[in-house]
């Protein structure tokens, strides 16, 4: 069973090699924020308590965070492995995790650090822009499209998001540090922490992974 934490600061890249991992490997992708929706959209029990939090722009705290993961770990999908992307941020929910999956018989085969130095995280994200209409993702200096501004695969506009800029990326940062980086000497004294570059292109980072003894 291929199940896995990624790990890493805000604009590693951990969304563009999950879904490459979750193609490959054909088991679900799981983000926090997707989790969230599905819960809020079906009405689920924590779903409810955490729409309340939502709707005011606050963070879910982490009961309610805890409880919408555990509901989606009875799904039946996640028997065949799961990539996790954005749970667990502290100590305390990587201890829930742990009893989550010993309650539904899954465990944990690792946790896929994404190294990656300050500067390259802060030069991707400002120039990052997002479609307007479709929500394609580019990037100014790497991926830029065809014409200034417009997105290629339906005209739409580009836009910066407000959170995209260098000072909410470093506050974004100074928090990874704070809260989520504990995380890494909690899951290398478990003797599950994996390392890659990820200041590289997605496919060296899927070699990478590739090369691991999974």
Known sequence: ???FVLLGAPGSG????????KEEWGVPHISTGDMFRE??????????????????GHLVPDDITIGVVDERFSAPDVKKGFILDGFPRTIPQAEALDKILTKYGLHLKGVILLNIDEHIVVDRITTRRGCSKCGEIYNVKNFPPKKENVCDKCGGELVQRRDDTKEVVME????YDHQTAPLIEFYKNKKILMNIDASRSPDYMIEQVRSFKL
């Not at 819960?39 to 005011?56: F, H, I, N, R």
Request: aromatic share 4%; hydrophobic share 40%; net charge positive.
């Open 1 to 3: 069973m291929r199940s």
């Open 14 to 21: 951990k969304g563009t090699l999950a879904l490459r991992l």
């Open 39 to 56: 819960a809020v959209k079906k009405s689920t029990p924590m779903g409810l308590k955490a729409s309340v939090y939502m709707k005011e």
């Open 172 to 175: 974004r940062l100074d928090a």
